[in-house]
């Protein structure tokens, strides 16, 4: 990247600082182009040289979260001194406590960027399969390693845990159970932990000898079973 190339990427990041730092401070309706610039010293014609509308900003910033979460799975991929289910639940959690730093302004970006559901931008969309693409990826490590069950496919995995949690992300947003004092991270790491129990592989009890195991089953055959009258 060449030195005009790099000035006009700063240019960008600093466009888009100066107006989210302004959302989370006033809010998004209060907050005008103008009050961007001025901040930032620059005229109405330069910021819409980057930015179309204010809604755009919206979405970049969408896609910058997108890319970090992608950057995110990107090395718990590359850490395979952990376990599968370890790593999925620090990508969660770290994803949860982000959100819950600042309820107001991620509802904001979720709802006007439709970054959760609905229909997206292209490169939105494209951003958001490759996330479950890398999802799939680490479903298949685990089931390679033996951590997670092999009798599913792992992409459906995959898509299951996503779609669970952007319902209790959307239920927390919008105060669908009419009390949001209760963390996010709470609720996301409930349903993590369960859904990664689902998960696990079914284990034998390798301690019993097979003698043990044929005595347990001639046991099994003499218990009495409830007659259950009509």
């Not at 996330?131 to 680490?138: A, K, Q």
């Not at 009890?205 to 097979?210: E, K, L, M, T």
Request: hydrophobic share 40%.
């Amino acid at each position: 990247m060449g030195l005009r190339q790099e000035k006009k990427a700063e240019q960008r990041r600093a466009i888009l600082a100066t107006a989210i730092a302004l959302f989370c401070k006033r809010g998004y309706e209060q907050t005008r182009v103008q009050d961007i610039v001025a901040r930032l010293r620059i005229s109405e014609a330069t910021f819409f040289n980057y930015f179309p509308t204010k809604e755009a900003l919206i979405q970049e910033f969408a896609l910058e979260q997108l890319e970090f979460s992608i950057a995110t799975v990107t090395a718990e991929l590359e850490h395979h001194d952990s376990s599968i289910p370890d790593r999925i639940r620090k990508i969660m959690l770290g994803w949860a406590r982000s959100w819950d730093a600042d309820p107001e302004f991620y509802t904001l970006v979720a709802t006007r960027s439709r970054m959760l559901s609905g229909p997206q931008t292209d490169l939105l969309r494209e951003k958001s399969m490759r996330l479950y693409d890398m999802y799939e990826e680490l479903f298949s490590e685990g089931q390679r390693r033996g951590e997670i069950r092999s009798d599913k496919v792992a992409l459906h995995l995959a898509e299951m845990l996503e779609g669970m949690l952007i319902k209790i992300a959307e239920n927390w947003m919008f105060g669908w159970w009419k009390d949001r004092t209760e963390p996010l991270e709470e609720r996301f790491m409930n349903a993590v932990n369960v859904f990664l129990d689902g998960c696990a592989p079914a284990r034998r009890d390798a301690s019993r000898s097979p003698r043990a195991n044929s005595a347990i089953k001639s046991k099994a055959k003499r218990v009495k079973r409830p007659v259950h009258k009509n």
